[in-house]
């Protein structure tokens, strides 16, 4: 079992930048990808950015430029440093793992981004 904690969510103002913590605890050894969705209400739940255990990452066109994801292998934490926050990424977020038989998610994490 992996459990993943997020922090950081918060209120904020457009413009501004939060960065959002997950920490990974118990058997992370077969994690190979770790990663952050958001889930706006009445909405699917969308990847907003990916980052393997090597360092290889992804994310959603709608972030690119503004968000960015790293880890700390160290600490077993992954990241979501978001900058330029628009009120269209108001969501709960989610931190997420994958290991090749199963995917993990955290409790989730609120962003509000309103003035």
């Known amino acids: 079992q992996v459990q993943l904690v997020e922090s950081g969510g918060g209120l904020v103002q457009p413009g501004g930048s939060l960065r959002l913590s997950c920490a990974a605890s118990g058997s992370i050894f077969g994690i190979y990808a770790m990663g952050w969705y958001r889930q706006a209400p009445g909405k699917q739940r969308d990847l907003v950015a990916t980052?393997?255990?090597?360092?290889?990452?992804n994310a959603a066109d709608s972030v690119k430029g503004r968000f960015a994801i790293s880890r700390d292998n160290a600490k077993n934490t992954v990241y979501l440093q978001m900058n330029s926050l628009k009120p269209e990424d108001t969501a709960v977020y989610y931190c997420?793992?994958?290991?090749?038989?199963?995917?993990?998610w955290g409790q989730g994490t609120q962003v509000t981004v309103s003035s």
């Open positions: 997420n793992a994958a290991s090749y038989s199963r995917i993990y």
């Open positions: 980052i393997t255990t090597s360092g290889s990452t």
